[in-house]
Nanobody, 120 residues
């Protein structure tokens, strides 16, 4: 079982910054990709940012130029640097990983989420 633990959420004023971290642990051989999603009450979970094993990234249009996803493969950790935060960024942010745990087994895992609240 791969475990993902997020940290770094909190309350910030509009225009401020936060940095989220997500550490993966367990029987990991390699991590193919990691991503951040977010969800608000009554809405579907949406992709915020994605990074593959080679470091290629993609972002939701709403966060481009403001958020940066990065990863430390040695630590099995992914980060989300969020700048110029807006009230509409308020959500629970979830970490996601596509992990190889054996030569033939890949697991999609989710963290429990961390709350980000941006006040106006």
């Amino acid at each position: 079982q791969v475990r993902l633990v997020e940290s770094g959420g909190g309350l910030v004023q509009a225009g401020g910054s936060l940095r989220l971290s997500c550490a993966a642990s367990g029987p990991i051989i390699s991590i193919n990709a990691m991503a951040w999603y977010r969800q608000t009450p009554g809405k579907e979970r949406e992709l915020v940012a994605h990074i593959d094993s080679g470091g290629s990234t993609n972002y939701a249009d709403s966060v481009k130029e403001r958020f940066t996803i990065s990863r430390d493969n040695a630590k099995n950790t992914v980060y989300l640097q969020m700048n110029s935060l807006k009230p509409e960024d308020t959500a629970v942010y979830y970490c996601n990983s596509d992990t190889r745990t054996t030569a033939v087994v890949r697991i999609i895992s989710w963290g429990r989420g961390t709350q980000v609240t941006v006040s106006s």
